[in-house]
T-cell receptor
Framework: KAGVTQTPRYLIKTRGQQVTLSCSPI?????VSWYQQTPGQGLQFLFE???????NKGNFPGRFSGRQFSNSRSEMNVSTLELGDSALYLC?????????????FGDGTRLSIL | GEDVEQSLFLSVREGDSSVINCTYT??????LYWYKQEPGAGLQLLTY?????DMKQDQRLTVLLNKKDKHLSLRIADTQTGDSAIYFC??????????FGKGTLLTVNP
């Protein structure tokens, strides 16, 4: 069974640009969550989607947005990129949004802002 | 609010046992997780424990939970060089999101 797939693996952008990251969950998983990982702040929750609806949101500015499609694939978008957005962005999927459902992570997209 | 604390570094010799400790604050946490991250990779789910359990064993891994003290530990028996990685403790509390500790860098010396 294929794991969580994130594309692209690496991305370089400049300040002010926007970026879209993609995540394909494990087959059959309907919940997708996004996290930002930086050396200073560690792993921080961005948002969670289930059945195309955002169920939960972390403390990030409105420049960070996401969506989920009917096939459970998800995208996240960051507009007006800032240097501080340089990070590893991780996507995780689970069968449902229940607390007893473990989240399985992809290898992430490493975003570098110049 | 939720907070998860872990020691940042642990160094052991190959063949010894490793014990990684974690404390959390959300008393409504029902599930607690351990993840492993190797360089350049995402997070690999190692094991998880439900809050009504106090111990869970899975091959070389043993998780101990002291709910009264909100303390969680991960013991790795017969630690190997391939176990060198960063280990994250995480809780899933009342708001359903995963809250992670800063991670413990485990170094295994031959």
């Amino acid at each position: 069974k294929a794991g969580v797939t994130q594309t692209p693996r690496y991305l370089i952008k400049t300040r002010g640009q926007q970026v879209t990251l993609s995540c394909s969950p494990i087959s059959g998983h309907r919940s997708v969550s996004w996290y930002q990982q930086t050396p200073g702040q560690g792993l921080q929750f961005l948002f969670e989607y289930f059945s195309e609806t955002q169920r939960n949101k972390g403390n990030f500015p409105g420049r960070f947005s996401g969506r989920q499609f009917s096939n459970s694939r998800s995208e996240m978008n960051v507009s007006t990129l800032e240097l501080g957005d340089s990070a590893l962005y991780l996507c995780a999927s689970s069968l449902s949004d229940g607390r007893n459902q473990p989240q399985h992570f992809g290898d992430g997209t490493r975003l570098s802002i110049l | 609010g939720e907070d998860v604390e872990q020691s940042l570094f642990l160094s052991v010799r190959e063949g010894d046992s490793s014990v990684i400790n974690c404390t959390y604050t959300d008393s409504s946490s029902t599930y607690l997780y351990w993840y492993k991250q190797e360089p350049g990779a995402g997070l690999q789910l190692l094991t998880y424990i439900f809050s009504n359990m106090d111990m869970k064993q899975d091959q070389r891994l043993t998780v101990l939970l002291n709910k009264k003290d909100k303390h969680l530990s991960l013991r790795i028996a017969d630690t190997q060089t391939g176990d060198s990685a960063i280990y994250f403790c995480a809780e899933r509390g009342s708001n359903y999101k995963l809250t992670f500790g800063k991670g413990t860098l485990l170094t295994v010396n031959p």
